[in-house]
């Protein structure tokens, strides 16, 4: 909730839950290994002969991630020390916490979304993920992705934090979001 992980409890064994909606598509967070701890590479391999996987697990070696049959890899502003070393063909996730840049980076820490989606141009695919919404219900920041999507509209935007239902979207593809990241609204069942 809100981004404030030491709060976040298990739901269940991820497998098992990932078969139950029998989506062909999944955004996994490993947060043991975003905190620097161990990746669950049985865990992530077991998920990616499932369906396809976009994994965040504080890449610093891309290439072992796709090797346990994950799609695509995504890079975390969060988790980045140098924006520079970015790699371009990951999914770039803008992270934020109430509208501003979390990262490493001393560059990136605390700009706006779009300033740090300009800062960082090379990925064709962008998360913007407010972890202070996360969990929340509060709704997404769909003025943000809006305002991205009008600077660069040929980035294909993933909106993430705070989705409740269906009618939040409609308002993200409205704004050009291309598909949003949920969770929450699942678990509560507003979305099936």
Known sequence: ???E???YRPIGDPLSLARSYELDELYVADLDAIAGGG???GIIAALAREARVMLDA???EPQRLLD???DRVVVGTETLADADALVPDAVLS???YDGRVL???PRLAGLRALDAVARLAGPREVIVLDLARV???AGPDVGTIAEIHDAFPHLELLAGGGVRDADDLRALEAAGAAGALVATALLRGALS
């Open 39 to 41: 990746l669950q590479s």
């Open 5 to 7: 992980r030491e709060r």
């Open 1 to 3: 909730m809100r981004g």
């Open 58 to 60: 504080g890449a610093t």
């Open 135 to 137: 969990g929340t219900g």
């Open 68 to 70: 346990l049959g994950v």
């Open 94 to 96: 803008i992270d934020l």
């Open 103 to 105: 990262s490493r980076d």
